[in-house]
């Protein structure tokens, strides 16, 4: 039998993760990403990249740590071997503070990063203003550089990019036979999700290689994340928000608010401000549907809605969604699947 063909929709840290665990879980299909936004365009090259989780409050905790233990190994494994650098992975140690004690002392995913214990009173001076804190070792992505070794893995194994704007997933039935809808905050367009919901978050890059280790600031409203080349300082959480405007008295408000936690950031240089829609969603639509029209079947599998954590649950995210297009597969009936082919 020729191979299925399967296209995934959206190229960002997502789409690149879940066309990656296609190839790995079904070798013989033939998948294309269609995007209209490849990096360094999409909301998945603004963000900071750390591993820390985001609770979604619609999916049970033990899904969402098996979610996050897989990306932590994957990752943690990358950030082990002579690809590290190109794939801008990297573990990073710090703090994660509180002006009072959390309810939860202890999060759910406390026992997959590394070395997570309670702050020393010794290292609670660095912090004056706060009482309480966490320090672990976790991992970060540069994100750029991520998605560009992402591409490069998946062309070196056949997969097929194209710049293409998907109106309407149904467009995709006779060309494709199952269709990946990775499309993030374009999923509330493309098949009409109003229980998707952007949150702008606004951040700044800076050049500040003093600075080594992160600093997240309760529930991570402010924080700083040091990368490979450029430190992240954020942020803003603004729900409904659709402009992708830089706004000025926000980026002053960020760096004062950083500074604050770290006074060694007030000699940072070269600031650049970026602006990214996170695809929020009370729990990830991660499920097959199948569109019928005129007696026609298409398979479809979503994988859309990570909001503020879609680096921390990419790889386990795409795992399932690769596993769901596994099961489409199966389902194909031969002659649809031959008429096609
Ligand atoms: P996107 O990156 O938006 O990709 C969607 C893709 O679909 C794009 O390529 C787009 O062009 C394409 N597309 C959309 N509609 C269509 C269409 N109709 N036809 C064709 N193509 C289409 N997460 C973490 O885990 N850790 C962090 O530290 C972190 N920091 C963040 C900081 C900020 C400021 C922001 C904004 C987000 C942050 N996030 C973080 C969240 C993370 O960025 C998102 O969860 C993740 O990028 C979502 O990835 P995605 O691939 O679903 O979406």
């Not at 979604?56 to 071997?81: C, D, M, R």
């Not at 070794?149 to 062309?155: C, F, I, T, V």
């Not at 493309?190 to 280790?213: S, T």
Request: net charge positive.
């Amino acid at each position: 039998m020729a191979a299925p063909k399967v296209a995934v929709v959206g190229a960002g840290v997502i789409g690149l993760s879940t066309a990656l665990c296609i190839t790995e879980t079904c070798p013989s299909c033939s998948v294309t990403v269609l995007s209209d936004q490849f990096s360094p365009n999409t909301t998945s090259d603004v963000a900071a990249g750390m591993l820390i989780p985001h609770t979604y409050p619609g999916t049970p905790i033990h899904v969402q740590k098996q979610w996050f233990k897989e990306t932590f190994t994957f990752l943690f494994a990358i950030s082990n071997s002579p690809e590290a650098s190109e794939a801008g992975i990297h573990l990073v140690s710090g703090w994660q503070v509180f002006k009072n004690t959390p309810k939860e002392e202890l999060p759910f995913w406390s026992d997959v990063v590394l070395g997570f214990r309670p702050m020393s009173e010794a290292e609670l001076q660095k912090f004056p203003e706060h009482r309480f804190g966490q320090t672990f070792t976790t991992l970060k992505c540069d994100c750029p550089p991520y998605l560009l070794w992402l591409e490069k893995r998946l062309k070196a194994t056949g997969v097929q990019m194209h710049t293409r704007k998907v109106a309407d997933l149904w467009d995709l039935h006779s060309e494709y036979n199952v269709v990946v809808n990775c499309a993030g905050i374009g999923a509330h367009q493309l098949v009409g999700d109003e229980k998707l919901f952007p949150v702008r978050g606004q951040v700044l890059k800076v050049h500040a290689p003093w600075v080594k280790n992160f600093i997240r600031d309760g529930d991570g409203l402010t924080y700083i994340y040091p990368g490979i080349h450029r430190v992240t300082l954020g942020g803003t959480r603004e729900k409904g928000s659709w402009s992708l405007s830089p706004d000025p008295g926000t980026t002053k408000d960020i760096f004062d608010r950083c500074c604050s936690l770290e006074p060694a950031l007030r000699g940072a240089r070269d600031i650049e401000v970026k602006v990214g829609l996170r695809p929020s969603r009370r729990c990830v639509r991660l499920q097959r549907e199948v569109l019928s029209r005129g007696g026609v079947k298409f398979p479809v599998v979503h994988n859309y809605g990570h909001g503020a954590g879609g680096f921390s649950v990419q790889r386990g995210t795409a795992k399932e969604a690769a596993r769901l297009v596994g099961e489409c597969i199966a389902t194909l009936p031969g002659s649809s699947l031959r008429a096609k082919l």
